[in-house]
T-cell receptor, first 116, second 114 residues
Framework: NAGVTQTPKFRVLKTGQSMTLLCAQD?????MYWYRQDPGMGLRLIHY???????AKGEVPDGYNVSRLKKQNFLLGLESAAPSQTSVYFC???????????????FGPGTRLLVL | AQTVTQSQPEMSVQEAETVTLSCTYD???????LFWYKQPPSRQMILVIR??????QNATENRFSVNFQKAAKSFSLKISDSQLGDTAMYFC???????????FGTGTRLTVIP
């Protein structure tokens, strides 16, 4: 049981390049989330998904897109990277509270992204 | 708007001693959840303890306990018998019931001194 995994662990991009971050979970969770963590700040929600095929915006969605084609995977895309997107990105997953599961978010190890 | 404030950017404690980390939050919601997460140098976010707002009893997990004061909107974390492995950033987080967003504070860096 690997929990929540993220690929890659570290990436350097040039301004204007695109990339996709992959999050995978093996806990059969319905909900998945993408956060970013900047120095001196807590995590902030970018996008989230409440089930396969659904996505929704969080606090800071601009410049990002997401897709949830499979229940276990949640992809975060940067179409045209900017230096302001330099950050550590965390994926998380949780049960749907309506299912009776405990609504704790379980986090992946993070992806460090540097945009030059 | 939901805000979470951690007013202690850094704290230190001697090994085996007790330390309390402070957290206050602002919300108009009546039902919500509160969490403390630990982030060691590995960057992994680890859930330490959670509290449901409708429960009056303070949550406890081994050496970790909380003091939840709903009227004061305060949620402090007490770590007893501090260990070197407790050295980490600690984040307080708030989630309104039915929402899909954790609101985080800015964190407190705790150092346990041998």
């Amino acid at each position: 049981n690997a929990g929540v995994t993220q690929t890659p662990k570290f990436r350097v991009l040039k301004t204007g390049q695109s990339m996709t971050l992959l999050c995978a979970q093996d806990m059969n969770h319905e909900y998945m989330y993408w956060y970013r963590q900047d120095p001196g700040m807590g995590l902030r929600l970018i996008h989230y998904s409440v089930g396969e095929g659904t996505t929704a915006k969080g606090e800071v969605p601009d410049g990002y897109n997401v897709s949830r084609l499979k229940k276990q995977n949640f992809l975060l895309g940067l179409e045209s990277a900017a230096p302001s997107q330099t950050s550590v990105y965390f994926c998380a997953s949780s049960y749907d509270p309506a299912s009776g599961g405990i609504r704790n978010q379980y986090f992946g190890p993070g992806t460090r992204l540097l945009v030059l | 708007a939901q805000t979470v404030t951690q007013s202690q950017p850094e704290m230190s404690v001697q090994e085996a001693e007790t330390v309390t980390l402070s957290c206050t939050y602002d919300t108009s919601e009546s039902n919500y959840y509160l969490f403390w997460y630990k982030q060691p140098p590995s960057r992994q976010m680890i859930l330490v303890i959670r509290q449901e707002a409708y429960k009056q009893q303070n949550a406890t997990e081994n050496r970790f306990s909380v003091n939840f004061q709903k009227a004061a909107k305060s949620f402090s974390l007490k770590i007893s018998d501090s260990q070197l492995g407790d050295t980490a950033m600690y984040f307080c987080a708030f989630e309104p019931a039915g929402a899909n967003n954790l609101f985080f504070g800015t964190g407190t860096r705790l150092t346990v001194i041998p």
